[in-house]
């Protein structure tokens, strides 16, 4: 059976403004996908640790030491909206 | 004239261009615009490349022919066209993922392979076209259109590297880079006729690979010949500090057993992808036929069964979802990328930018991947995901103490009609059946073409090998590539183009 | 009527000073021109990957063994998965199960009793960038028309220390932040400068009737930002939350902002449609392995905490604000150790250094180490006021001298003429001048009226020139004038 899903929350956590008519397509298509991914729930796994990570590797660090930074304008420039040197974005919600 | 035939240079293979560079036959730039003729001779009806960088591509090519004038050699790479995928970062070229949310983004840094392939004096040709952002097994799924299979060009070229599968299978590149999540470079070279291959994960540097599914993400080579791949490989591996899962010790020597044969090594075939309700019955023939000539030849074959196998498929639209909707949330409109017109609120600018610049395929991902990670439902599903990894990961493990290599079919099915399977998202997952598990294990894999079907296009032989073992896989499979004799070029790169 | 009473719970930011930012080489430092100090990673470009500064792992470990708490073994970053536009990758890398840190606690001073505050967690995450609202809100979010982003700040990392809920009134809030700030002076590990916002508080408030057991419904004030405002903050919702449950009504679960010129709190979103931060473990960064070996090569490198070093500067003799004062400057500290090892005592080479000497430092903002005061000079100088050498009044005078460089107490005290006389045939002489001046004086005090006698102890001190002990003064004028 279709997994049953609330999309306009799950939209709504995901960001994405999407209409009535898309929100019905993809809620019927998660919730077939979500059918399929349902069988990993039929393997017993009690006990098992879950993989995050392929490779048992542990600790990798950085030096605390600086380097370059990028020059302003090379990432400003891709920018859509700008103003002294900074990213400007419409008012936020409190 | 008396200097070579420039358009039979696009069909070289790397070690042989490399041969010719160094024995003074040709130059670096001989082989660019080689390269380029077959680009553009071929490009209309493939649609392989998003960006062709002619400017750094010709300069690079007079770099590597300046170097082999004063003798100094970096490598196997030096002066040797190759293209990348599209969702990796070069500075001062477009990257866009295939995505129109990074319509016209110029990166102002290099991806490590970027740096890596400069360094050895390679020519980069452009960026080619994927499934936006990597998520996807036809390259359908781009902004930009599909890009089409050389062999056919009614049929697609797999994906989600299937730009870079098409160049190379065409000789638009002499090799080519893409990404593997969950069977992104193996697929697409089965498909083509190439040879592809996934290495260990933590092998290659994913830094300024745009991130798909992070724990699972590797880059990967393009090739026509095993060897080929090896000097691939070899040139962008490598411990990098900048990616806190790369492998901090040295690389192995991929190719140091390549001439060595089979004989002896005890090989497994994976029951489960032999099942002919999954899997084409002419793949499946190819593959046995495979396994008895690998026997033939010395090797001790066994069935190895991996049930668990069954449930990779399920475990993998679990876990790369959910780690993709956290690695796209990046893309909000605010400092780089797409911004919606929408008026309001920066929550709305983000809700609405985000909507308008991913593609449904995207959409679809991200929204799976939140529900999956979402309270009350992270156990069920990411949480489950994560555990039966392990057991795959286990199962593998344990089936790699009775046998050096497991092979399979590479894919299901050969190249698909364009347009056959993108309105049912569940037949497209299948694509990756058999390439999946070694993601989810971090283990190398490689798929070798070995024969053609009944319809003329061409069938992957996958090759597996546990994590680090590049060695004993690369040696399989060049000696599957020996049995097979598969000689094969896509019609594309063959016959007298025309552009329509 | 009921009585109530609170329940605190405190989560505080320390902004680490290392030199280069968590995940990142960009510089740890959010001064400069906006949007100079980043790089792909700390700006979330596509492709960018985070890799932890092994300094500032060093840094929460110091801070976690400092205040008493299990590390663990094994530790793991997390993805707190929210959107917001000062924070680049739309995620921030925190952590949640298996955090660096458990289960500590921190004793503090309140009135003179012990309070132990448990500490449920510190963990590691990273800074947001800075907004700027611009428009006709005042620099409020509230009214402004559009905001700008500087990413400086965005990455540098961050401890969070959380607190069990066990804090009951706003003055051991208060004693708490204090203590907490002195310690993480003390590691180093930060500025922990509270108005600069590398050290921040985040208020966790409820009220219940005394003897309930269950907790009320707490609200959340957030980003306060010096000890003050979190006592005010504290007190100002305790008083209102009792107020809203008296007329009938309910506290709301929410977060709530300090207004530091109004001294009010005020909602700034309720917690009902709090987000759904979808934790899960980063798989861009490897599990932290804090092995036994590393841990006990940190504290074996931890410096002396705070409550230590007031605990021993005491046993010292240094009273206890002398104590808490110098437990403060490690410079005044290593002053009063010395003085002491000299031969001073503590408890006035304690108010001399805590009186004294700080108003001169602060006065004439030198540091301490600048002036000429040694233990040495400062064990001199205590000496000679316990033989009498010197009036408190002369004393300070030296001192002042000793503190300008003029020399030792001895040198000064006699250059400058203020060594007191305590030769008797001196003081005896100018005894018997007065006493030959003022004979009607001696009369009345031999006839029981003890009032000229002062005045009789000041005209002997004026003979002096003032140098004379006034002790030995009192004592040999009462001989002379006893009937």
């Known amino acids: 059976m279709p997994v049953e899903i609330d999309i306009v929350k799950v939209a709504a956590l995901a960001r994405l403004a999407l209409t009535e008519e898309e929100l019905d397509t993809f809620g019927s298509q998660l919730g077939d996908i979500l059918e399929h991914a349902e069988r990993v729930q039929a393997l017993p796994t009690d006990g098992v640790p879950p993989t995050s990570h392929p490779l048992p590797m542990v600790n990798a660090f950085r030096e605390d030491v600086t380097a370059e930074c990028l020059d302003r304008e090379s990432f400003l420039r891709s920018a859509p909206d700008t103003a002294g040197g900074q990213f400007r974005v419409p008012r936020i919600l409190a | 004239m008396t200097g070579p035939d420039i358009a039979d240079l696009a069909d070289l293979t790397i070690a042989e261009a490399g041969t010719g560079l160094r024995s003074g036959d040709f130059t670096s730039t001989d082989l660019l615009a080689a390269v380029t003729k077959r680009a553009s001779a071929t490009e209309a009806h493939l649609h392989a490349y998003l960006t062709l960088d002619h400017e750094g591509s010709t300069r690079a090519a007079e770099a590597a022919d300046a170097s082999f004038a004063v003798g100094e050699d970096r490598g196997p790479l030096q002066g040797i066209p190759v293209a990348l995928k599209d969702n990796m970062c070069t500075l001062g070229i477009e990257t866009t993922a295939s995505s129109k949310i990074l319509d016209g983004w110029i990166p102002p840094y290099d991806a490590t392979i970027v740096t890596r392939l400069k360094a050895a004096g390679a020519v980069i040709t452009g960026k080619t076209n994927l499934d936006e952002f990597a998520m996807g097994s036809s390259t359908e799924n781009s902004a930009y259109g599909p890009t089409r299979n050389p062999w056919n060009t009614d049929r697609v070229p797999g994906g989600s590297s299937g730009g870079s599968a098409a160049v190379t299978a065409v000789g638009s590149a002499l090799g080519s880079f893409g990404s593997d999540t969950g069977g992104s470079i193996r697929q697409p070279a089965a498909l083509t006729g190439l040879v592809g291959m996934k290495p260990t994960y933590g092998i290659v540097s994913r830094y300024g690979l745009i991130a798909f599914a992070s724990s699972l993400d590797q880059i990967g080579p393009f090739s026509r010949t095993v060897e080929d791949s090896v000097l691939l490989l070899e040139t962008i591996s490598g411990f990098d500090p900048k990616d806190a899962t790369s492998i901090n010790a040295p690389v192995p020597n991929f190719g140091g057993s390549l001439g060595r044969g089979v004989s002896g090594m005890r090989i497994g075939v994976v029951t489960e992808f032999l099942n002919g309700d999954v899997i084409d019955s002419q793949i499946i023939a190819a593959t046995r036929g495979m396994a008895d000539k690998l026997q033939d030849a010395g090797a001790e074959i066994v069935e190895v069964s991996l049930p668990s196998t069954e449930y990779s498929l399920s475990a993998y639209y679990l876990i790369a979802p959910a780690e993709c909707s956290s690695n796209l949330a990046r893309f909000d409109g605010v400092r780089y990328g797409h911004r919606s017109n929408v008026e309001g609120t920066t929550e709305d600018m983000m809700s609405h930018s985000r909507a308008e610049g991913f593609g449904p395929e995207v959409i679809r991902r991200i929204l799976l991947g939140t529900y999956a990670l979402s309270a009350g439902y992270y156990d069920a599903f990411y949480g489950q995901a994560q555990r039966v990894r392990t057991l795959v990961r286990r199962e593998f493990a344990s089936a790699y103490e009775q046998v050096d290599a497991l092979i399979s079919p590479t894919t299901p099915t050969t190249a698909f009609a364009i347009g056959e399977k993108s309105d049912d998202p569940i037949a497209m997952y299948y694509s990756d059946l058999c390439t999946i598990p070694s993601n989810l294990a971090g283990d190398p894999a490689i798929s070798v073409p070995i024969a053609l079907d009944d319809a003329g296009l061409p069938i992957g032989f996958q090759v597996m090998a546990p994590a680090l073992g590049e060695e004993v896989m690369y040696r399989v499979a060049a000696y599957v590539e020996r049995l097979a004799g598969f000689t094969a070029r896509a019609s594309l790169a063959t016959s007298e183009v025309v552009a329509p | ?483």
Not at chain 3, 322 to 339: I, K, Q, R, Y
Request: net charge negative; glycine share 8%; aromatic share 4%.
């Open chain 3, 1 to 483: 009527m009921t009585v109530w009473e609170a329940v605190i719970g405190i989560e505080t930011h320390v902004e680490l000073s290392t030199e280069s930012k968590m995940f990142c080489s960009c510089p740890a430092d959010a001064e400069g021109e906006p949007n100079t100090a980043c790089c792909p990673v700390c700006l979330a470009l596509p492709g960018a990957l985070p890799v932890p500064n092994g300094k500032a792992i060093e840094g929460i470990l110091k801070i976690g063994l400092a205040l008493d708490c299990d590390i663990n073994e094994s530790s793991i970053f997390y993805r707190k998965n929210y959107f917001y536009p000062d924070l680049p990758k739309n995620y921030q890398i925190s952590q949640y199960t298996f955090p660096v840190c458990e289960h500590g606690h921190i004793e503090i001073d309140v009135d003179g009793a012990s309070v132990r505050i448990g500490i449920t967690r510190v963990h590691m995450e990273e800074d947001t960038g800075k907004s700027t609202h611009v428009g006709d809100g005042d620099g409020r979010i509230h009214g402004a028309d559009h905001t700008l982003l500087d990413f400086n700040r965005a990455g540098i990392p961050l401890v969070e220390i959380v607190t069990e809920p066990d804090i009951r009134t706003s003055q051991e809030a208060r004693a708490y932040g204090a203590e907490l700030q002195r310690i993480v002076l003390a590691l180093g590990v930060s500025d922990a400068k509270l108005e600069a916002g590398s050290m921040r508080f985040d208020v966790n408030v409820s009220v219940r009737p005394v003897g309930a057991k269950e907790l009320g419904t707490r609200t959340e004030t957030k980003n306060v930002n010096s000890l003050r405002s979190v006592q005010r903050t504290i007190d100002y919702e305790i008083d209102r939350q009792i107020k809203v449950l008296e007329a009938g009504g309910e506290v709301r679960l929410e977060t709530r902002h300090w207004n530091e010129n109004t001294g009010v709190t005020t909602s700034m979103r309720t917690k009902e449609e709090s987000e759904d931060y979808r934790y899960f473990q980063d798989p861009d960064l490897l599990p932290l392995e804090v092995t036994p070996a590393w841990q006990s090569e940190i504290r074996s490198g931890l410096p002396e905490l705070p409550a230590i070093t007031r605990a021993r500067l005491a046993t010292l003799g240094a009273d206890m604000i002398a104590a808490g004062v110098l437990a403060d400057s490690s410079d005044l500290a290593a002053l009063f150790e010395e003085a002491v090892e000299a031969g001073a005592s503590g408890r006035a080479a304690g108010i001399w250094l805590t009186g004294e000497v700080v108003a001169y430092t602060r006065r004439s903002d030198v540091a301490v180490l600048e002036t000429g005061l040694t233990g040495g000079r400062l064990a001199e100088l205590t000496a000679m006021v316990e033989a009498g050498k010197l009036s408190s009044s002369a004393a300070k005078k030296v001192l002042i001298a000793v503190l300008e460089g003029e020399g030792s107490p001895e040198e000064i005290a006699e250059s400058k003429e203020l060594l007191q006389v305590s030769d008797i045939t001196a003081i005896e002489a100018a005894i018997d001048h007065v006493l030959a001046e003022n004979a009607d004086a001696v009369d009345k005090i031999r006839g029981g009226d003890m009032k000229p006698f002062g005045f009789l102890v000041g005209q002997v001190m004026r003979q002096m020139g003032g140098r004379a002990d006034p002790k030995v003064v009192r004592d040999l004028l009462t001989d002379r004038t006893a009937g």
